[in-house]
Each structure stands twice: as C-alpha cells, then as structure tokens.
C-alpha cells in the first residue's frame, strides 16, 4: 500500500497567516493527489484535485502543488471560517486509496 | 442539485450484519463509480471500498481491513449504492459515508453511525 505522512498533524496560526501542510508519498504517486477539508461535525469536502486543481466555488486563498512524492497544500490568508482538518489522499492505486493523517488548523 | 443520503446505520452486536444505502440524486447515477469511506471517533479517513460503473465492469474493490466482510453493490434503476457489511467487529464503529468517484471523493454524504458493541 502506498503511505501518506502528511504534516504537521495540527497546526496554531493567526488569522492572515499563511499556512502549509505538507504530505508526502511512499513512492511517485504522479499528480494523483487530492486535498480535503473537513469542518467539526460536517462530511469532507474536496478543495484541491489533481495536486494542484482548484474544485469549482473553493476560495483562491487555498493552492496546491507537488509532484511525484512531495506535496504542498497552502492557504495563503487563514480566515476564521477555515478552521478544519485537512486531509490528502492518493489514487494513483485504485486498488488502495489512502489517506493521510490528517492536519488540525487551529486560530491563535 | 447533486445529494447523496445515506441510511442504514446503529447499534449492532459484534459478529452481526448491517446494510447501509447511499440514495443519490441530481446526476445519472449509473455513469458514476461509488466509493465508501469511514471515519472512526476521534480518527482520520479510512477508504472502505468503491464500486464501478456498469460501462467498466460494475467490479468492486476493498480495503484490506474490510475484504471478504464487506460487499458493495449497486442498483442503478433506484440509484442506490449498498454497502453489506457482516462479521461486525468493534473496530468497524465509525461515521460511514457515501461518496462519488474514487478518484476524487465529491460530493459526500451527511454519513451514517454504526456502533459495533455489545
């Protein structure tokens, strides 16, 4: 199966900050990344497809990139309304989708 | 609008068996692949198991912690995607949801509970 060690596992900044979550693959997984925020209480919602594609109606402040087995998810201004886990998940093996640990994104 | 709603969940003993529905609307459910994945109290996301689409075959893959338990399956002329799930173990207590696509898990259910206790 192929690991994803995200990180941190949570994070404090203050709003306007930018923040980085990082998440790395046990072997070159391509572009086959994609990024999900999860509210308390609430279902998953994707952000970020393809490593670096942003979903329709997801605000500019959130980017991805990466390639192969390194990749980064940024939010470039934290904004209260993006306190969240967020999660990476690879389908490069359809076979054994994985994700990672998560990341808890806390204001200061 | 597209919606999934999923149903089926509670309190089952371990060793039995539950089934759980995802109903779709606002798509052609029958041109998509539907996937479950699972959140554990307190946990991280789990991928349970997808089923594809008749154009690919209508096969299914598991996760190792659920083949030969679990069994997905699919009823396009309702739009309900199914996930059977025997041998229950304490481990299996988690928020189920239902979502579309394996390769990129959108949209998502509101989830259902299933506790395995005795």
């Known amino acids: 199966d192929i690991q994803m060690t995200q990180s941190p596992s949570s994070l404090s900044a203050s709003v306007g900050d930018r923040v980085t979550i990082t998440c790395q693959a046990s072997q070159d997984i391509s572009n086959y990344l994609n990024w999900y925020q999860q509210k308390p209480g609430k279902a998953p919602k994707l952000l970020i497809y393809d490593a670096s594609n942003l979903e329709t109606g997801v605000p500019s402040r959130f980017s991805g990139s990466g390639s192969g087995t390194d990749f980064t998810f940024t939010i470039s201004s934290l904004q209260p309304e993006d306190i969240a886990t967020y999660y990476c998940?690879?389908?490069?093996?359809?076979?054994?989708?994985?994700f990672g640990g998560g990341t808890k994104v806390e204001i200061k | 609008e597209v919606q999934l709603v999923e149903s089926g969940g509670g309190l089952v003993q371990p060793g039995r068996s539950l089934r759980l529905s995802c109903t779709a609307s606002?798509?052609?459910?029958?041109?998509?692949?539907m996937s479950w994945v699972r959140q554990a109290p307190g946990k991280g996301l789990e991928w349970v198991g997808f089923?594809?689409?008749?154009?690919?075959?209508?096969?299914?893959e598991y996760a190792a912690s659920v083949k030969g338990r679990f069994t997905i399956s699919r009823d396009d002329s309702k739009s309900i995607a199914y996930l059977q799930m025997n041998s229950l173990k304490t481990e299996d207590t988690a928020v189920y949801y239902c979502?579309?696509?394996?390769?990129?898990?959108?949209?998502w259910g509101q989830g259902t509970l299933v506790t395995v206790s005795s």
């Open positions: 089923i594809r689409s008749k154009a690919y075959g209508g096969t299914t």
């Open positions: 979502t579309r696509n394996p390769s990129s898990f959108d949209p």
């Open positions: 606002g798509f052609t459910f029958g041109d998509y692949a």
């Open positions: 998940q690879q389908y490069d093996n359809l076979s054994s989708l994985t």
